[in-house]
């Protein structure tokens, strides 16, 4: 908990760092291009004034722009005719600041920025450069404007900029938190793995050892007796390494994704090798045990034979295991299009409808009769087999109705 609090943390200063960044790029941008366009479009103004404040003439009031001009020393340049002063013209304030700036014009350099300028209703463009007469600097001259267009192009840029983070910001928090969740999710699935991992070995391990200590303690002497316990312990023993076999099946499968090679494969051919064991389990379970005429007359399909014999004997197994006495298996078999498909089914008790959606999740044994017994991978090998091959694996199933299972194959 401690380490995703701070990994929040982490991502919430990435999106405040973002933030700033962006508006102050932006911002940037904005005020570059707007002195750019500005100058370009004033200075030859500015250079015409200059030229005809350094013969001495005077200029006549504009509502466009402020001109103020300074020489070396900075005493102010009276530019303007009389009573045509400007108010601002005469503002201390503005003359402060211009002449803290004449240095840089009167060395040569041209002055451009926008800022804050007192005298007017928002800020402003000052455009400076330098007063020459036969090449000889002898002052320098400012034009100020009013810059309307850039707040408002400022502003809109940070309306825009607002929306789309905040837009943004709804959208990675979405991410984030679907990431979590299917984060917690994967950590708890990890611990259930663990859980049921511990779970099914405990059990053997237990009985191995409680049986083997009774037989090493000579605590039973009969000879059926001894024969049973022995019995058990190879039952229990056979169980692990099923369990264990499986286990390795399974990470194999999902972490190599192996390529399955495929070939023209007799279906019928397939059914029978699968069914085969079965069929002398069904009399010894007392089960009915039919494979279809569908079935048994499949076209051929293309394949992996050894992965699809694998799959149907998982759900043939699966059947048997909870088919209770003088219950019936079925395997059925249709084509539509180029696919086939094979049908396992049983009248079993079938599967919960809150079970059925994890059927394919390892560990997953819905038995209503509480007798499971195997590792409870089977079904989700089968399914990462038939993932793998490209096809499709389905259950469809009704508590008391029995349990359909359905896997698609592509016809030769």
Request: charged share 25%; hydrophobic share 45%.
């Amino acid at each position: 908990m401690k380490r995703l609090f701070s990994s929040n943390l982490w991502i919430a200063f990435v999106i405040l760092a973002i933030f700033i960044s962006g508006q102050l790029l932006g911002a940037f941008a904005i005020k570059h291009y707007f002195i750019e366009s500005k100058f370009k479009e004033l200075q030859p103004s500015l250079s015409l004034v200059g030229e005809e404040v350094v013969k001495g003439e005077k200029i006549s009031r504009t509502d466009d722009f402020l001109i103020k001009a300074y020489d070396v020393y900075g005493k102010e340049i009276d530019v303007y005719k009389d009573g045509s002063v400007p108010p601002a013209a005469e503002d201390e304030q503005v003359n402060d600041k211009l002449i803290s700036h004449l240095p840089k014009v009167i060395s040569g350099k041209t002055e451009t920025e926008i800022r804050e300028v007192p005298g007017f209703s928002s800020q402003a463009i000052i455009i400076g450069q330098p007063l020459a007469e036969g090449g000889e600097v002898t002052g320098g001259i400012y034009l100020l404007k009013e810059a309307r267009a850039y707040q408002a192009a400022l502003n809109g840029f940070y309306l825009v900029f607002f929306v789309t983070l905040a837009v943004g910001t709804i959208i990675i928090l979405a991410f984030l938190w679907t990431f979590i969740r299917q984060k917690n999710e994967l950590e708890q699935m990890r611990k259930d793995y663990v859980a049921n991992i511990s779970h099914e070995l405990k059990t053997p391990l237990a009985s191995i050892k409680a049986l083997t200590e009774t037989l090493a303690d000579h605590v039973v002497t009969d000879p059926q007796k001894v024969d049973q316990y022995y019995s058990i312990i190879l039952r229990e023993s056979a169980r692990l390494e099923k369990l264990i076999a499986d286990l390795l099946e399974l990470s194999r499968l999902q972490h190599k994704r192996a390529a399955f090679t495929k070939s023209v494969v007799d279906a019928n051919e397939v059914l029978q090798e699968a069914a085969e064991p079965f069929e002398i389990l069904a009399d010894d379970m007392e089960l009915r045990f039919r494979i279809t005429e569908a079935a048994q007359n499949l076209p051929a399909v293309y394949s992996n034979k050894d992965r699809i014999v694998q799959v149907l004997m998982i759900l043939l197994d699966n059947a048997f295991k909870f088919t209770p006495a003088h219950g019936q298996v079925t395997i059925d078999a249709k084509t539509t299009g180029r696919k086939a498909e094979i049908i396992v089914s049983d009248n079993g008790p079938g599967i919960s409808k809150e079970i059925l959606p994890q059927i394919f999740g390892r560990f997953n044994k819905e038995d209503l009769s509480h007798t499971s017994v195997g590792s409870g991978l089977g079904l989700a090998i089968a399914q990462e087999i038939m993932e793998q091959l490209g096809e499709k694996i389905k259950v469809d199933s009704k508590p008391g109705s029995g349990t359909t299972f359905t896997i698609t194959l592509k016809r030769a």
